[in-house]
């Protein structure tokens, strides 16, 4: 089994700042790619940022220079720090990870369970 659990969502005033982590654990054999997405009421789930196992990162246009993906490759986890919060940018955030299990070697993309955030005006 492979579970990734979400952390540090809240509520927050425009301007403020949060930071999400997120852990993967279970039966894993490495993780690729690391991310995390959006999805606010009525909305598609969207692409916030994604990091590789290299550190190469990738980035909505609507973030960029205000959001910084990270990882730690040898505890499998991925953090968000978020900064300058927009109302708009409330939603679910969901953490999103490219895993190869162990024995079996199939490679899954796991999502977590999502954590709220919300940015008041």
């Known amino acids: 089994q492979v579970q990734l659990v979400e952390s540090g969502g809240g509520l927050v005033q425009a301007g403020g700042s949060l930071r999400l982590s997120c852990a993967a654990s279970?039966?894993?054999?490495?993780?690729?790619?690391m991310g995390w997405y959006r999805q606010a009421p009525g909305k598609q789930r969207e692409l916030v940022a994604a990091i590789t196992s290299g550190g190469s990162t990738n980035y909505a246009d609507s973030v960029k220079g205000r959001f910084t993906i990270s990882r730690d490759n040898a505890k499998n986890t991925v953090s968000l720090q978020m900064n300058s919060l927009k109302p708009e940018e409330t939603a679910v955030y969901y953490c999103?990870?490219?895993?190869?299990?162990?024995?079996?070697?199939?490679?899954?993309?796991?999502w977590g369970q999502g954590t709220q955030v919300t940015v008041s005006s």
């Open positions: 279970g039966s894993i054999f490495s993780i690729s790619a």
């Open positions: 999103n990870a490219d895993i190869i299990r162990v024995v079996t070697l199939r490679r899954n993309v796991y």
